[in-house]
């Protein structure tokens, strides 16, 4: 069963800092992953999608790398705005499946 | 383009009642999942479909809870009877393709008393 950690749980940054939130997964045979933002009260939001083969996904100031063999994916968010306080969860889909597995999160505040 | 719609938004039941929580996916999109967040679970998958066919249904908690897609652009999920420990936020998301970009709607808060 395909586990997804994000850590830390929380963050907190003065704004004009890069962020980066650290994925993790167990089982390397996955289709892709995908980066979302959930604001309090709200739906998710699809920021990035990298499939398998890829390395990086870029979207302005969002870059998402990915190492599927250490089962890895970074995001990283640079010059933070508080705009940017929200969860940020990865999740992955397995091969052969469309069942996305959700980390738990990482809630970020970004401090202006 | 006015995303994924779910309805109703928040939605207070006592126990044994039934609920039917509804989706409509954005137009021409072909997959429709439905997820349940708990703080204790976080998301879970329940069940999803792909051109209106059940692809899997493992998540779904009980026999209490069912999905229907009646048509391409809607679907239902029923619990009958409901237990308090049903409430969650549910949510409906679509995509064009199983695998593509999942869209998220906001989600029904679900409190059963």
């Known amino acids: 069963k395909q586990e997804v950690t994000q850590i830390p749980a929380a963050l907190s940054v003065p704004e004009g800092e890069n962020l980066v939130l650290n994925c993790s997964f167990t089982?390397?045979?996955?289709?892709?992953l995908q980066w979302f933002r959930q604001d309090p009260g709200k739906g998710l939001t699809s920021l990035l999608l990298?499939?398998?083969?890829?390395r990086e996904q870029t979207s302005g100031r969002l870059n998402a790398s990915l190492d599927k063999s250490s089962g890895r994916s970074t995001l990283y968010i640079a010059a933070s705005q508080p705009g940017d306080s929200a969860t940020y969860l990865c999740?992955?889909?397995?091969?052969?499946?469309?069942?996305?597995?959700f980390g738990a999160g990482t809630t970020v505040t970004v401090r202006a | 383009d006015a995303g994924v719609i779910q309805s109703p938004r928040h939605e207070v039941t006592e126990m044994g009642q039934e609920v039917t929580l509804r989706c409509k996916l954005i137009?021409?999109?072909?997959?429709l999942f439905w997820y349940r967040q708990t703080m204790m679970r976080g998301l879970e998958l329940l069940i999803y479909?792909?051109?209106?066919?059940?692809?899997?249904d493992s998540g779904m908690p009980e026999d209490r809870f069912s999905a229907k897609m009646p048509n391409a652009s809607f679907s239902t999920l029923k619990i009958q009877p409901s237990e308090p420990r049903d409430s969650a936020v549910y949510f409906c998301?679509?995509?064009?393709?199983?695998?593509?970009?999942?869209?998220f709607g906001p989600g029904t808060r679900l409190t059963v008393l």
């Open positions: 998301a679509s995509s064009l393709l199983p695998g593509d970009t999942q869209y």
């Open positions: 089982d390397s045979a996955i289709y892709n």
């Open positions: 990298i499939q398998s083969s890829q």
């Open positions: 999740a992955v889909s397995p091969l052969n499946d469309y069942k996305l597995s």
């Open positions: 137009s021409g999109h072909n997959s």
């Open positions: 479909f792909n051109n209106n066919v059940p692809i899997d």
